[in-house]
DNA sequence: TAATTTGGAGTTACCGATAACTCATAAATA
DNA sequence: TATTTATGAGTTATCGGTAACTCCAAATTA
């Protein structure tokens, strides 16, 4: 490849001339400009970011990691992302975490090697503070996504678990319902956690009760799931509907409950947070509480890169952004009334 | 950040020395070996990716350019290029052209700048040809994805648009449909082409009349498309059943036609190529010739990596992934039966 | 014992750019 | 006219690694 010396050859200059020419730094008489402009079109010169970043101590290389771009939610965001940073001036290099640590761990290495001048990530969960840590001994600039960790501070773009779960829940209780199962996730997850408070404490303030078996802690099999739903119907008083606390978790639960022989609001209600499609669906299906996923993904590069830029104050800054109720075909009425 | 010199020193050997223990290379007592390791990990080093690239001649990078991640075909592209990508060592750096010429060749001009190993990109049509040139011109590895390019030599992993827009014709033949309007994309993206072409063809071998205003080719303004639809309703016999050459133009035809109160089915029936939808939609809806976007990525990237690697024959290669029908709700028998 | 091989390093140059400094010449000023 | 200033460059060092070469001492071989 055409490098900046070869040009300074054909030009009879050094190097340098042709380095202020391309950065526009320095003087240099509008001939030599000229002349110089007009040999790098012609040798189809293209400068070499990686040998610019090695001097220049920076890579305009952005990080995004999230668990799992297909879902929904991370598309979009990861969607908003790479537009943020194009008209930033940055690149993306793009990461699935897959809720997974061994993965996530060796993704910021990678992240780490590649020099690259901050992170964006949604954290798979309380044991990611480790690789937060590195990033932060490093000091890599990174924002969090969707998900807080206890225990490192940080720049934040977070949606409204309390309020979300609380829309949801309102939503089924309007609708009539009274038995409202919970499908929660990992109480190693934010998100999980603060969604099963809300419900806790939205269902107290209604009234109504929550007997044993109602709250359920998935983990990531889906055969669990599976036995879990089916324990639950067959409870004396099964629910009339159920909240589940993430798209993911919906989606699992929509499936066992179809392999069982449910149907989709007749038999049982079911609402969750997030999307459970993208843009592109025509007839969507899920009652939900939507977080502007496009927005996390623009505002968390825009905070990431005020703070590489360092106009950021010196606090860490956390942005909520809310959420909005989606009322679909999955939620209805109860059986039985 | 530390550095092999920081390493070294504290070591009391040469940076060599240090980078033999790295890369396993030469010759090293194991003791000196034991030693700078437990020193790298005491300090937290991590190798500068950049510094390497720079010396190597050889980046470890890719770059995935497709039109838009948001649509489902790209998303699980896109999954499938990131998952083979980490599986070869190799980072990805991604970007959405947006259909967009002027956005392509800012993307193509960043990756050359990058010092990328190798591109995988859906072009954004026939005039990406400029582009791909310069790709060509510096010896920089591409594989094309979904769309050819005529006048451009190179890998491919294309879908085989002929068989399945014969499927889905063939699919509404079945159900009845006599009259079947076609809505097509572009005639600069290859795929465009060949599906109207073998529309053409299928349906002249059912012996099906294509009436003048039947065959519509849209472009990037949602405004027209609606006033297409609008006048193909209009028409003295108006089509039954509408096959779309892609999910995005279905999609637009769809809204088109829900707002001028026509029922999909039941009014008219609408079939499309890719999945509308991503893998986490409960209720499908779409009648489609889906396409194993997943493995796009997947085989692109392997394709590329040996091309990279000079594993691959000389000669271009070029793999096709069939199509698979699924029959959903969106077509049905024609009103009139 | 002398010559050769081998193990375990160190030295130097270079990848492609930029920062900081230097320097000659022409123009402006005293 | 002598001195200062501005213009338009060039030189050198450096970013953090690796390739290629060198070199010495110990071990092996003739």
Redesign the pocket.
């Known amino acids: ?8 050859q054909k ?10 020419v ?2 526009n ?9 000229q002349r110089i402009l007009a040999i790098m079109k012609e040798m189809n ?13 920076e890579s305009r290389l952005l990080s995004l990691l999230i668990p799992d771009l297909t879902n929904p939610f991370y598309t979009s965001l990861a969607r908003g992302a790479e537009d943020a940073a194009r008209d930033l001036g940055y690149r993306l290099l793009l990461g699935n975490g897959d809720e997974d640590l061994a993965k996530e761990k060796e993704y910021i290495e990678t992240v780490l090697s590649a ?1 690259v001048d901050g992170v964006l990530l949604t954290p798979t969960g309380d044991q990611s503070l480790a690789h937060l840590k590195k990033l932060a001994k490093q000091r890599i600039p990174f924002v969090l996504l969707d998900r807080e960790v206890p225990g490192m501070g940080s720049d934040q773009i977070l949606g409204d678990s309390r309020e979300g779960t609380r829309m949801l829940t309102d939503h089924l209780v309007t609708l009539g319902h009274r038995r409202i199962a919970f499908l929660g996730g990992s109480r190693l997850v934010s998100t999980a956690r603060l969604r099963l408070a809300s419900f806790e404490e939205t269902m107290a303030a209604h009234g109504l009760a929550l007997p044993e078996g109602y709250l359920i802690e998935a983990d990531y099999r889906m055969k669990e799931i599976d036995r879990q739903i089916t324990a639950l119907l067959a409870m004396p008083e099964p629910p009339t509907a159920l909240l589940a606390a993430n798209n993911f978790l919906a989606l699992r639960a929509i499936r066992a409950l179809r392999s069982l022989g449910k149907r989709v609001p007749d038999d049982l209600s079911v609402v969750c947070f997030d999307e459970l499609e993208a843009g592109f669906v025509v007839d969507p299906f899920m009652t939900v509480a939507a977080q502007p996923s496009y927005d996390f993904g623009v505002m968390g590069i825009r905070m990431l890169v005020d703070r590489i830029q360092q106009k950021a104050p010196e606090s860490w800054r956390k942005v909520v952004l809310p959420p909005v109720l989606h009322v679909r075909k999955s939620s209805g009425p109860p059986a039985s009334l």
Chains 1, 2 share one sequence.
């Open positions: 490849m055409v490098t900046i010396y070869d040009i300074a030009a009879g200059c050094s190097a340098m001339t042709v380095s202020r391309i950065n730094t320095g003087r240099i008489s509008e001939a030599t400009r010169y293209v400068p070499n970011a990686m040998a610019r970043s090695l001097v220049k101590q020099r």
